[in-house]
Every structure is written in C-alpha cells, then in structure tokens.
C-alpha cells in the first residue's frame, strides 16, 4: 500500500501581503480560504503560527480554522501556545525548540483528558530530535533544509546531507521545512521523509489544491 505522504499548511497571513491598502480581516480571510483549500485537496496537518496575535484573537482565529480543516479530516496544531491549543479545542501543539519539552506538554494534555493531543517539535539537529522522541513527540519538523530568507539570520541551511542525518536518528515521522517548493520537494521524499512543511508553498490561491492533490499523489522510488 502507497504510505501517504504528510503535508503540513503552516499559517503565516502577512504572507498574503500585496499591498499597503489590504486590511487586517482580508488577511485572516486569504489565510482562512488556504486553510479550507488544502483541507478539502488533502493536505492533513495545519499548524496555526500567527507569533502577533494575542491570546484571544489566537483562539478565535483558530477556532475558525478548526472550522473549516476538520470537516475535510485536517488536523490543526497551535505553534508554541498549549494553552490556546487546549482552550480552542484545537488537535494539537507544535512546540519550538524553545518551548517546553514534550514530556511536558504529553503530562498537561493528559490531566485534560486529551488522549489523542498531537505534538509536533521543530528541530535543527540529532540531539534536538532524538529528545523530541523520548518526550513523547509524535513527529518532529526539521529545517531548514534549503535557504529561505527568514532563516538566514540564524545561520546556513541544514541541506539535504544534514536533514537525512537527523532523519536517520528517529524513527518518529520527520517532515522537512524550509525552503519547500515544487521544485525540491521530492528530494527530502527520497530521504525518507514522512512529508513536508511549508508557508509559501500554499500562498498560490490560484493553484493550491492542485499543488496539494501533485505532491500527496507522488510515490518516492
């Protein structure tokens, strides 16, 4: 049987950014409306990473993403906030490498009685993804294997040498992140990777659901 491969839709609103005069609610709106295109064209994961917002519109916007990704089978992680994650019934928390362990999130979701919580980890090394496994994690994301911009100031990409060693570490699903375009994804496929992550990759209104339904329809060699 084909193992489906992951696609994780990671929110970033400012990325649908085209001019000065487009207003706050527009953004929420364009970010909303990829939410529900890759849900229903089959892309499984959303990770809710909007770093601005406040507790409570965080919650709302993430209630409403709830909204439109769980009909279609898509599951929504909140990045960072296991407390809006819990209080807006989202399906899970994705946590930095700065955020708390793991373990840690697995014990609160627990005492809520969140048995199928799901938690993601960001990691940039072996060390980082080996601790993400023994705490509990359900998959990690790791990056950034290509150059991207907004990673620059943190040093030089992983590559795809650096990505297949930490891959190899863990036996947990990896996703890779950074720099995923149509162009390359297939290459971390072939690695090994469970599936790929991703801002910019789901910004093309225009042509998402046929960019969701290309990549879930590759089979690595």
Excluded: W
Aim: glycine share 8%; aromatic share 4%.
């Amino acid at each position: 049987m084909k193992k489906r491969i992951l696609l994780y839709l990671i929110t970033d609103r400012l990325a649908f950014l085209r001019s000065h005069e487009i207003t706050h609610d527009d953004l929420l709106r364009l970010q909303l409306l990829a939410i529900d295109k890759a849900a229903r064209a089959g892309c499984q994961l959303v990770q809710i990473r909007e770093k601005d917002m406040g507790a409570k519109a965080l919650a709302a916007f993430t209630r409403a993403a709830v909204e439109r990704a769980r009909p279609h089978g898509a599951r929504v992680l909140v990045n960072d906030r296991l407390d809006v994650a819990m209080a807006a019934g989202a399906d899970g928390v994705h946590l930095r490498a700065s955020s708390i362990p793991a373990r840690e999130a697995r014990a609160a979701a627990g005492k809520k009685g969140l048995d199928d919580f799901l938690i993601g980890v960001s990691t940039h090394s072996v060390a980082e993804a080996e601790s993400a496994e023994e705490g509990g994690a359900d998959f990690i994301v790791c990056g950034p294997v290509y150059d991207t911009p907004s990673k620059r100031a943190f040093g030089p990409p992983l590559g795809i040498e650096g990505f297949t060693e930490i891959r190899n570490a863990v036996e947990i699903p990896v996703l890779a992140v950074g720099g995923i375009k149509l162009s390359n994804y297939r290459e971390p496929l072939l690695r090994g990777a469970a599936g790929v992550a991703a801002i910019g990759l789901f910004t093309d209104l225009e042509n998402l659901e046929q960019t969701v339904r290309s990549i879930t329809a590759y089979t690595p060699a």
